[in-house]
């Protein structure tokens, strides 16, 4: 995998999680109208980001970044508070998490907690996206160097979602995909 196929898989990944980003915004539409939104996507939607943030996207990023930060101290500089910021964003998706499982659990949950968990989400994880396709990629493509890319392609190949076509990706991609069905097939019902 080349450089720019190593950025166009985050960039590829990132425009699917965006995807998923607007089903959530349309499920917390939808209870913001005080109509049921439809919770068995709602949790499908989580648990993909619970897992496949963790398994898979964010130690890409994190390789990229680490190899980058050798590499380049200025352009580390730029970026160091993406690993906080992935953090965070483990911390936002916990606690939306926790409000999805109360209301399940017969809670009696604040409608505003609920909006407030799932909007603060979307926000930041916009904001990540936004931030490592206009400062992180960038910077990366610009200060390392071939033999930079070729390590970071060696870290790749073992944590399992290398390429777009690893079994770990296609299952991710495959739940996308079927969370998206569902939620085309509750816009259909809605209307």
């Known amino acids: 995998m080349a450089m720019t196929e190593t950025i166009e898989l985050l960039r590829e990944e990132h425009r699917r999680i965006e995807k998923l980003l607007l089903v959530l915004e349309q499920e917390v539409a939808v209870f913001d109208r005080r109509d049921p939104p439809d919770y068995e996507v709602l949790q499908a939607v989580v648990r993909f980001f619970e897992d ?18 050798a590499r380049g101290p200025e352009a580390a500089a730029m970026i160091s508070g993406l690993e906080s910021e992935h953090r965070q964003d483990a911390d936002r998706l916990r606690r939306l998490a926790q409000v999805l499982s109360s209301i399940l659990s ?86």
């Open 52 to 69: 496949y943030s963790a398994r898979c996207h964010n130690p890409k990023e994190r390789i990229v970044l680490d190899v980058l930060r």
């Open 106 to 191: 017969g809670h009696d949950v604040p409608r505003q907690a609920f909006d407030d968990a799932a909007r603060d989400f979307i926000r930041h994880a916009r904001y990540q996206i936004d931030f490592e396709e206009h400062v992180m990629f960038p910077a990366a493509l610009k200060a390392l160097q071939p033999t930079d890319w070729a390590g970071i392609e060696s870290q790749l190949s073992d944590n399992g979602c290398r390429s777009s076509n690893s079994a770990t990706q296609e299952k991710f991609r495959a739940l996308s995909e079927r969370i998206l069905e569902w939620e085309q097939v509750n816009q259909v019902a809605r209307m």
